[in-house]
């Protein structure tokens, strides 16, 4: 069973990261956390199993959703 949600990338993106270790963790933990990265051609789309890609219009959206059909988004949207 998985322990509390752990945050992740408080400090830095977390594809910058080799996949197989947060696959790894991820296997007793729920990782929470997004990437910036995935329009890079160093980007490994597995992230996109354990994390939601950050976008920053719908237009990022619509990208993201052409390039990866899976990936969860996650967007700050201005108040009203």
């Known amino acids: 069973k998985a322990s509390k949600p752990v945050r992740v990338g408080a400090y830095g993106d977390p594809a910058a990261f080799p996949f197989e270790t947060w696959e ?37 959206r619509a990208e993201l ?5 899976i990936a969860r988004t996650y967007r700050v949207m201005k108040a009203g």
Do not use: C
């Not at 980007?43 to 719908?58: C, E, G, K, Y």
């Not at 959703?65 to 059909?69: E, L, V």
């Open 65 to 69: 959703k052409r390039r990866y059909p």
């Open 24 to 60: 790894t963790l991820a296997k007793n933990n729920k990782l929470l956390g997004y990437t910036h990265q995935w329009r890079e051609d160093w980007f490994d789309p597995r992230n996109l199993d354990i994390f939601m890609a950050s976008v920053n219009s719908s237009e990022d």
